[in-house]
Each structure stands twice: as C-alpha cells, then as structure tokens.
C-alpha cells in the first residue's frame, strides 16, 4: 500500500461532550480519533490537498451544523448562559 492509498474512513458516532461540544468520531486505518468542528474542517483541507476523499469528513460536517443550533441550548454547551 503506498502512501496515498487508505482504507475507508467510517463515520462512527457524533458526541456532544461536556466542557467540548460537539464532535465526531472517524475510523480509519482501524484506528479512531475524535475531531471538533476546526479539527475536522482542517483534515478536509488536508486531505483535500493530498487528492484524498472527503466525502465522509464533509458529510460529518454538515452533520454538525445541523445539531448546532440544538446543542446550543444544552446542558453541554460551552455557551455561556
């Protein structure tokens, strides 16, 4: 395998975690890793710029826009109130 081939990255879950907000968590290579909003829009970036798919990592993306204005309010926000 040479460095520009990689196994699928697999969306594994959306946690909204105290004191974080709102994160994923993607699978590749048999190994997870948890990305915030910024994380993420830079592994794009990055991956991007090396021709590598993204479809999944923009797929979480919109994913966490979409909760954003529910996690808001919640008690795990980072918000203050």
Same mark, same amino acid.
């Given at each position: !395998? #040479?460095n520009?081939?990689?196994?699928? +990255?697999?969306?594994? %879950? =959306? @946690? &909204?975690? !105290?004191?974080?907000?709102? +994160? +994923? /968590?993607? $699978? /590749?290579d048999?190994?997870?890793?948890?990305y915030?909003?910024?994380?993420?829009?830079?592994? =794009? =970036?990055?991956?991007?710029?090396?021709?590598?798919d993204?479809q999944v990592?923009?797929?979480?993306?919109?994913? $966490? &826009?979409s909760? %954003?204005?529910? +996690?808001? @309010?919640? /008690?795990?926000? #980072? =918000?203050?109130?």
């Amino acid at each position: !395998m #040479n460095n520009t081939e990689h196994k699928q +990255v697999e969306l594994l %879950g =959306i @946690y &909204n975690i !105290m004191g974080e907000g709102l +994160v +994923v /968590e993607l $699978l /590749e290579d048999d190994k997870a890793a948890l990305y915030d909003k910024r994380g993420l829009q830079f592994r =794009i =970036i990055q991956r991007n710029k090396k021709g590598l798919d993204t479809q999944v990592e923009e797929r979480a993306l919109q994913q $966490l &826009n979409s909760f %954003g204005t529910l +996690v808001e @309010y919640s /008690e795990f926000s #980072n =918000i203050p109130r």
